[in-house]
């Protein structure tokens, strides 16, 4: 897979992987925290839209495609929060951003599973570590709502 939008999603990703780390380890709400939630907005964001360009490994719409659409929107919806202010925006922008980055971390997981030599090319086994990867992360979204929930709490006093 090579070419413009490949590299630009190749580099994109990980600058997205960082700010959002970044934004998950850091103090809430201040200016750094701001700088390196819009670094990661626009890094998931070219992220997502190559993705939703690149028809090399398969040559049709496929489920990648369907998880950049799902990424697109929880990221989407995310940033709304705080630009709408609507009541308890904080804990809806939180649990969309935690949701999109730990999509993030799926995908990046799944990437790593593929692209490494581990005999798991075949579709049966290509499938079973998605679908790992899908409930791990899933898992660990449900053990770190109570975390986010008082993170929120914590910013909001």
Known sequence: MHGPLAYLHVTAAPIALASGLF?????KGGPPHRLAGLVY????LLTNISALMIYRLTG??????AFALLSLA???VAVTMPILRRPDWLA?????MSWSYLGLIAAALNELVIRLPLDVN???RIFAAG???AVGITIAGIALAPRLKRTVREFTG
């Open 131 to 133: 679908a790992c990867i």
């Open 74 to 76: 929880t990221t989407l």
């Open 122 to 124: 075949t579709p049966s």
């Open 23 to 27: 934004v998950v380890l850091w103090r």
């Open 92 to 96: 809806a922008h939180v649990r969309w």
């Open 41 to 44: 907005v626009f890094a998931i």
């Open 60 to 65: 049709h719409f496929d489920m990648f495609h």
